[in-house]
Each structure stands twice: as C-alpha cells, then as structure tokens.
C-alpha cells in the first residue's frame, strides 16, 4: 500500500520567515495530495490541495509543489506569522475512491 | 468548505459501557465516512470506511465487533464503541468525502474526546 513520509517532525521558525515542509510517497498511482493543518485539540482543516494534472498550487501565502518523477510534494509557508503555529499534515490518495494515507505531521513553530 | 459536525466533542463514560458518536454531512451528501482514532502528538489512523448502504469496511487489528461503524444516510454516519475500556481512551475524528466535478476532498470533524474511567 501506499506510504508517506514527511520532514521534518518539528520546525521553528522566526515571524516573517518561510517554512517549508516536505513528503515523499510511493505509491506512482497517487494523484491527490491534500495538506490539513490542526490546531491543538481541533480538527484537521484543509488548506490547500494539489491533484497531479498540476506542478504547482499557491494561495495568498501557502503553496504546494509536486514533481510526480520523484514521488515528492512540499508545502510552502510564506511571511509566517504566529497564527500559523500547529501541526501540519500531508497526505496522498489513489482515485477512485481510495482512502487518504498521512504522514506523521510536523510541529511548526513560529517565534515572534 | 464543507461542513462536518460530530456529536459529542467529548464524553466521559464508565468501563464496560458503550458509547455512540455521530459524524453527519451538514451541507454535501457523502456515500464515504471515516473514521479515524488520534493519539496525542501522533498522526491519524484510520480505523474504518463507512460506506452509506453498505457494511463498513475496517483497517486491520481494528476489531469490528468492538467498533460498530452504522452509516444509514447520505448524511450520518455513527461510531459505537461497545464494552469500552480505558485503553480505548482517545480522539477519535471523522471525516466526510465531497465528490465534485474536479475530485473528491475530505473533510473532517470536530473530533470526539472520549475517556474511559
């Protein structure tokens, strides 16, 4: 089955920086690439999602990029600010209906 | 976004007891409900594929007759813990699947805290 990796597991980063976090998956059938960002205690909430007819997705300060021949996506963190301090979570899913796979999160951190 | 609400946001019940959660759709309908359990500091695991009409279809080491998954409409879909123990202490979230014309996206609900004492 498919599998997910993301880097790196806690991130720091100063107010106004950018933070980049970054997954591999390996299943090449894989064609939706989700990033959710949860809150302490709350639900995943979806931020932006690429599907693999595209290489690169932004909105206003959060991007994602895909390169299908490598198996690889990243989100991108633009002008960070503490509001954006939670756990972020990719993901990556076959079509057809197949479930989501997650990575392990990653704990961003921004320091004012 | 979509919008999932699950009922309670959190429960505390004695052991040996059952506890039911709710997942519904509030503005889409989703043939696909999930269930998912979280640990602190850990990521989600899926525990089971609620299909609407249909029998769940369970992750393995997650036991069935233990966790009763029932999704008897376009919109809800609920979650039986029976005979619960503290072990089964947990988070345990939902998430509802859109289908649209561009794919399908999945969101998620609040989450239920439950404790076990």
């Known amino acids: 089955g498919e599998n997910v990796e993301q880097h790196p597991s806690t991130l720091s980063v100063q107010e106004g920086d950018s933070a980049v976090i970054k997954c591999t998956y390996s299943?090449?059938?894989?064609?939706?690439f989700p990033w959710y960002k949860q809150e302490l205690g709350k639900r995943p909430q979806l931020i932006i999602d690429?599907?693999?007819?595209?290489g690169e997705k932004k909105d206003q300060r959060i991007a994602v990029t895909l390169n299908k021949t490598a198996k690889h996506f990243s989100l991108h963190i633009t002008e960070t600010q503490p509001e954006d301090s939670a756990v972020y979570f990719c993901?990556?899913?076959?079509?057809?209906?197949?479930?989501?796979?997650f990575g392990t999160g990653t704990q961003l951190k921004v320091e004012l | 976004g979509a919008v999932v609400s699950q009922h309670p946001s959190w429960v505390i019940c004695k052991s040996g007891t059952s506890v039911k959660i709710e997942c519904r759709s509030l503005d889409f309908q989703a043939t696909t409900m999930f269930w998912y359990r979280q640990f602190p500091k850990q990521s989600l695991m899926l525990m089971a594929t609620s299909n609407e009409g249909s029998k769940a279809t369970y992750e393995q080491g997650v036991e069935k007759d233990k966790f009763l998954i029932n999704h008897a409409s376009l919109t809800l879909s609920t979650l039986t813990v029976t005979s619960a123990h503290p072990e089964d202490s947990s988070f345990y979230i939902c998430?509802?699947?859109?289908?649209?014309?561009?794919?399908?996206?999945?969101?998620f609900g609040p989450g239920t805290r439950l404790t076990v004492l």
């Open positions: 998430s509802a699947r859109e289908s649209s014309g561009s794919g399908d996206t999945q969101y």
């Open positions: 690429i599907r693999s007819n595209v």
């Open positions: 299943d090449s059938a894989s064609n939706y």
């Open positions: 993901a990556a899913k076959k079509g057809g209906g197949n479930k989501l796979t």
